[in-house]
T-cell receptor, first 114, second 111 residues
């Protein structure tokens, strides 16, 4: 099935550094979501985006819905140790609005060195 | 607090022995999903219910079945677990047009 191309696959950074990750798709989405998953837990929704060009913040996190509707990025500013985890992008095509079916990226594993 | 609950959090079963995983929700959401997630991979949708309407993904093996007896509960039945079915199983709920809200998952080990 369709997959999103998420990069980078992993990141190992120093505490206090900024982080950026992105997702691209071959098809147009009308929704982009960013989830964080801690080890042994379910994904938690961080940010939801619904309009091309939309830029939304949640604390130190900022995400944007690309104007082509085929990409999105997530930035984390001033990283802290609890930012460690796997970040997944997920997109929804217009035809899946009723079912809510999501297409997930492969995930970005973030490690933060204190 | 309203939430999605998955029981048990850890389940060990023997090769070929049927196993049932449980998901319950206090959110009163119409839609419930079951995902399989293997290590370092994205969640993979197995099926979902929109109210009582069951929707199976085309590539979900017949070995996986689901039941939703009421709005609050949804079960995942694995009829004959194989070693390849060892994974984290995630339940999620949704109240359209809202987004999917995930439970904590059940880690299944097959011995």
């Amino acid at each position: 099935g369709q997959q999103l191309n998420q990069s980078p696959q992993s990141m190992f950074i120093q505490e206090g550094e900024d982080v950026s990750m992105n997702c691209t798709s071959s098809s147009i989405f009308n929704t982009w979501l960013w989830y964080k998953q801690d080890p042994g837990e379910g994904p938690v929704l961080l940010i939801a985006l619904y309009k091309a060009g939309e830029l939304t913040s949640n604390g130190r996190l900022t995400a944007q819905f690309g104007i082509t509707r085929k990409d999105s990025f997530l930035n984390i500013s001033a990283s802290i140790p609890s930012d460690v985890g796997i970040y997944f992008c997920a997109g929804r095509e217009a035809g899946s609005s009723n079912t809510g079916k999501l297409i997930f990226g492969q995930g970005t594993t973030l490690q933060v060195k204190p | 607090d309203a939430m999605v609950i998955q029981n048990p959090r850890y389940q060990v079963t023997q090769f070929g022995k049927p196993v049932t995983l449980s998901c319950s929700q206090t959110l009163n959401h119409n839609v419930m999903y079951w995902y399989q997630q293997k290590s370092s991979q994205a969640p993979k949708l197995l099926f979902h219910y929109y109210d009582k309407d069951f929707n199976n993904e085309a590539d979900t093996p017949d070995n996986f079945q689901s039941r939703r007896p009421n709005t609050s509960f949804c079960f995942l039945d694995i009829r004959s677990p194989g070693l390849g079915d060892a994974a984290m199983y995630l339940c999620a709920t949704r109240d359209p047009p809202g987004e999917q809200y995930f439970g904590p998952g059940t880690r299944l080990t097959v011995t």
